[in-house]
Nanobody
Framework: QVQLVESGGGSVQPGGSLRLSCAAS????????MGWYRQPPGNQRELVAS???????NYADSVKGRFAISRDNAKNTVYLQMNSLKPEDTAVYYC??????WGQGTQVTVSS
């Protein structure tokens, strides 16, 4: 049973923007903090940003000031707005709920 459904990945030039979305069931969304992780080619998965049910956010230093995580409680959806994208942001991005549930991943490629 798919519980986290991601969308919004793609290819973009350096300096461009993308917005990722992750839809969850109402129960999951209500109970868990939500986060975005990424796994660059040949590297380990790393936390990009997280947001609690109360709206408190946390970001990796590498994305502070460029990425913004938000959640829409009415739509049970968490977003990752990514601006000023760099080639080193290229990775598979995964939605996470409570540190235990994972989405299928969506590819983000930043290249000229």
């Amino acid at each position: 049973q798919v519980q986290l459904v991601e969308s919004g990945g793609g290819s973009v030039q350096p300096g461009g923007s993308l917005r990722l979305s992750c839809a969850a069931s109402a129960t999951i969304f209500r109970l868990y903090a939500m986060g975005w992780y990424r796994q660059p080619p040949g590297n380990q998965r790393e936390l990009v940003a997280s947001i609690t049910s109360g709206g408190s956010t946390n970001y990796a230093d590498s994305v502070k000031g460029r990425f913004a995580i938000s959640r829409d409680n009415a739509k049970n959806t968490v977003y990752l707005q990514m601006n000023s994208l760099k080639p080193e942001d290229t990775a598979v991005y995964y939605c996470n709920a409570g540190g235990i549930l994972w989405g299928q991943g969506t590819q983000v490629t930043v290249s000229s």
